[in-house]
C-alpha cells in the first residue's frame, strides 16, 4: 500500500495570512509518497513532533524528490521487499518550496492510520460497491494532527500547506484570532493561466519570518501599513471576478512585499522578479513570488501563458519552468485503477 499527499503553491495571501488576511493555496500534481511497511530512512522535525505528541506511533519511509527538485514531475512507487533502494536524503536535490515538509508528515501520518485500519478491506469493498471511494482516516482528525505538529515544529506557522496537503483542490484559508485555521474551497476566475518558475535561489521561510518580525519590533508602523496594504491586495484576490482583477490584487501584494523585503532585510521580491515584472505586465499577466518568496518558486498568472520571449528572459535571469498542474486531489491511497476525489472540507 502507497499512500501520497501533495504539495502546494500559496497563489496569494503571503505574509497577511499571519495577520488574519485570506490566503489561496492550490494542490499540486506533485506527490510525497510513503509506504508504511518500510522503515524511515529519515525522521523530519514535524514527523517527531507528531510522534512526540501522540499522533504517530513511528516513522516510515518516504519519497520527497517531486517536490524537491525541477526536473522530476513524480517520484516512481517503490518496488516492494527489503532489497528496494533507499529514499535519497532530502538535501539531495535543490529545494521548491511546494510544501515538502508539510506534504511528508500528511503522507506519513495518513500511512500509519491506514495500515492501523483493521476495517480497511471491507470499508473499501462497501464503498466500490456504491462507486465511492473511503478513506482510510478520519480526514478532519488527520488535519488537525498535521496542523498541530507542523507548528509546532515550525514554531508558528498559518498551515496553508498542511490544509492543501490533507484536503487537496484550491482552497481560500484564514487564520481566526485563536489560530484555528478556517478552509474553503474556492474557485479561481475563468481562462485562468499560472505558470510556476524555479531558480537556484532559496532562502528559508523561518530565516524571512524572524526578518519581518524583526521590523514589526523596530518600526511597527512601517509593518502594519505594508502589511495593511497586502491584506488588501488579498482580499481582492479571493474577491476577484476575472482574471483582469485577479492579476491586479496580486500586483498590489508583490508592491507591498517587495516594500517589505526592502525594509526587513528579507530577499521576497528577488531582483531577477522585479526585472521581469514589466515583462509579464506587458502580457497582462503579474509575476509573483508563491509563499514567502526568496526565489525558490514563483508564478506567472494571466489569461494566457507567457510567450517565448518571456521564457527566454526568464531563462536568462536564471528562472527554469516547472510543469505542473493545480487543483490536485488530496492525501489518498494510492490505487490506479480508481482515481482518487477530493475530500469534503
Not at 497582462?284 to 528572459?313: C, H, M, N, R, T
Request: with cysteine.
Amino acid at each position: 500500500m502507497i499512500v501520497r499527499a501533495p504539495g502546494k503553491l500559496v497563489l496569494s495571501g503571503a505574509y497577511a495570512v499571519l495577520e488574519g488576511a485570506p490566503a489561496l493555496v492550490a494542490a499540486v500534481d506533485r506527490y510525497v509518497i510513503a509506504d508504511p511497511a518500510r522503515p524511515a530512512d529519515l525522521v523530519t522535525e514535524e514527523v517527531q513532533a507528531a510522534i512526540d505528541a501522540g499522533a504517530l506511533d513511528h516513522a516510515v519511509w518516504f519519497d520527497a524528490a517531486a517536490l524537491r527538485s525541477a526536473a522530476s514531475a513524480a517520484p516512481a512507487a517503490p518496488a516492494a521487499g527489503p532489497s528496494a533502494p533507499a529514499a535519497p536524503p532530502l538535501e539531495a536535490s535543490r529545494k521548491l518550496g511546494l510544501g515538502s515538509s508539510a506534504a511528508i508528515l500528511v503522507a506519513t501520518l495518513a500511512a500509519r492510520a491506514a495500515a492501523r485500519a483493521s476495517t480497511m478491506a471491507t470499508a473499501a469493498a462497501a464503498a466500490a460497491a456504491v462507486g465511492q471511494p473511503m478513506p482510510a482516516w478520519d480526514t478532519r482528525a488527520l488535519f488537525l494532527d498535521a496542523l498541530a505538529a507542523h507548528r509546532r515544529a515550525q514554531r508558528g506557522g498559518s498551515g496553508v500547506d498542511v490544509a492543501a496537503s490533507v484536503y487537496g483542490g484550491v482552497l481560500c484559508c484564514q487564520l481566526g484570532p485563536g489560530g484555528e485555521l478556517a478552509v474553503t474551497p474556492h474557485a479561481l476566475p475563468g481562462r485562468l493561466s499560472v505558470e510556476v518558475f524555479a531558480s537556484d535561489a532559496s532562502a528559508r521561510t523561518s530565516d524571512m519570518l524572524e526578518r519581518v518580525r524583526a521590523l514589526a519590533a523596530s518600526a511597527p508602523e512601517a509593518h502594519r501599513a505594508l502589511l495593511g496594504a497586502a491584506a488588501e491586495g488579498a482580499r481582492a484576490a479571493v474577491a476577484a471576478a476575472d482574471v483582469r482583477a485577479l492579476v491586479a490584487a496580486l500586483d498590489r501584494q508583490v508592491d507591498a512585499l517587495a516594500e517589505l523585503g526592502d525594509r526587513s532585510g528579507a530577499p521576497i521580491v528577488t531582483p531577477a522578479l522585479r526585472r521581469l515584472r514589466p515583462a509579464a505586465a506587458a502580457e497582462g499577466a503579474s509575476l509573483a513570488p508563491s509563499g514567502a518568496g526568496g526565489g525558490d518558486v514563483s508564478i506567472f498568472v494571466g489569461a494566457a501563458p507567457p510567450s517565448a520571449a518571456f521564457l527566454e528572459a526568464a531563462r536568462a535571469s536564471g528562472l527554469e519552468r516547472v510543469p505542473m498542474s493545480l487543483g490536485a486531489p488530496g492525501v489518498h491511497v494510492l490505487d490506479a485503477a480508481r482515481p482518487p476525489r477530493a475530500p469534503h472540507v
